[in-house]
Structures are given as C-alpha cells and as structure tokens.
C-alpha cells in the first residue's frame, strides 16, 4: 500500500528549462510535506517543505506547490542547472512543523539535467 | 557541523552472522531514525525515538532487528542473526524535533 506515490520514475530536461516533479498521496492524515534529493552513495539531504496550511513555499529555485483537493504536489525547479541531476524524493508527515514523526517516502524520480 | 555519522560505510557478512550498525546523530538533535532503502520498498522507517526513548517500532521487520539509544549522542540497529534479505543501505536521520530530518551517508549491508 503505497500512500506516497511518485510516478514518473524518470525526468529527463534541458539546462535552463523548468523540471517539475510530481508527488501523489493517499492518506488524508499527512499534513505536512517535504522533498529530499539524493545523490549516487550518500544520504538524502532536505531541500524544501510545506504545511498543508499552505498552498506554495519558494526557496530560490525551487518552488513546491500543494493541492490538498487533490491530493497533490508538485517540486519545479527553475532554472534547472545539470548539478539538480539526483534522485527526488518526495515525503509526507502526518504531524505539522514543531514536531518531529515518521515519513513516508515515495520511490522517487531520478532527473537528468542535460546540456 | 559534522552531520549525521555513521559507521560502518560498507558491511559484508555472512548469513547467520550478527551485524551491528551505528550512529552518532548531530549535536543538539532530539530525534533519531533509522531508514532502510530496498529496491523493492524504497525508503522505509524502521524505528524512530525522542529524546532517546523509541516511539514507533513498528516498522521493525522482526524479532531479528533491534535498536538502542543509550545517550543522546549515539544509537545502534542490530541484526541477529543477519539474513540474506537484510541486504539494504540503512540510514540513520536526525532531527531538532521537526519533520526535517538529517540524513547520514547510510551504510550498504550485504548478507551472503
């Protein structure tokens, strides 16, 4: 029972372009999200998140959007630059900010910045 | 600021065998969690505490795995005995009471 779902297990842009990485859940309690990028032999690092509160939190270039209706997220990156090339995970917490609890991962995208 | 540290990097040992993974979590974080990434289920939580007291096991696959956390500064997974199927990168994360975790570099498991 996947309630976090990435479906798009790969993403494939030019340098410069927008990415944008799409993010689905299913359970009604998370109300808190987040995005980790993962690089080859190392952990994931935290790049951006947003409470269900919410429905838009930017940081340089990365904007994550949420449509709570639908159950639904969004990560663009603007411009995307060949270093951005990682695996992308989004995660769902079912506490909000203040609180630390379990996320549930999904199985990410890996993105490809070309020149 | 150091990070997460964990140790071993890289873990090779035979079935049957006990294998013990550790972690040092950042200064001054209150949570721990230990993650483990398969192909099969991606990342998934094992075990988390607070304040060094565990929270939710349930993601502890069986008897076989358990989790300490003596001190604030230190906490160990252990396998015993270790099954080929224990084959994973585990991670251990840590926080400041917030959802955003800090991950370690994870040691590769393989049992053979």
């Known amino acids: 029972d996947q309630q976090v779902k990435q479906n798009s297990p790969s993403l494939s842009v030019q340098e410069g372009r927008i990415s944008i990485l799409n993010c689905d859940y299913t359970?009604?309690?998370?109300?808190?999200f987040l995005w980790y990028k993962k690089y080859p032999a190392e952990g994931p690092t935290f790049l951006i998140s947003i409470s269900s509160i919410k429905d838009k939190n930017e940081d340089g270039r990365f904007t994550v959007f949420l449509n709570k209706s639908a159950k639904h997220l969004s990560l663009h990156i603007v411009p995307s630059q060949p270093g951005d090339s990682a695996v992308y995970f989004c995660a769902a917490s079912p506490s909000g900010t203040g609180t630390a609890s379990k996320l549930t991962f999904g199985t990410g995208t890996r993105l490809q910045v070309t020149l | 600021d150091a990070g997460v540290i964990q140790s071993p990097r890289h873990e090779v040992t035979e079935m049957g065998q006990e294998v013990t993974l550790r972690c040092k979590p950042i200064?001054?974080?209150?949570?721990l969690f230990w993650y483990r990434q398969t192909m099969m289920r991606g990342l998934e939580l094992l075990i988390y505490?607070?304040?060094?007291?565990?929270?939710?096991d349930s993601g502890m696959p069986e008897d076989r795995f358990s989790a300490k956390m003596p001190n604030a500064s230190f906490s160990t997974l252990k396998i015993q005995p270790s099954e080929p199927r224990d084959s994973a990168v585990y991670f251990c994360a840590s926080s400041r009471g917030t959802p955003e975790a800090f991950f370690g570099q994870g040691t590769r498991l393989t049992v053979v």
């Open positions: 505490f607070n304040n060094n007291v565990p929270i939710d």
């Open positions: 200064s001054g974080h209150n949570s």
């Open positions: 359970n009604s309690m998370f109300d808190y």
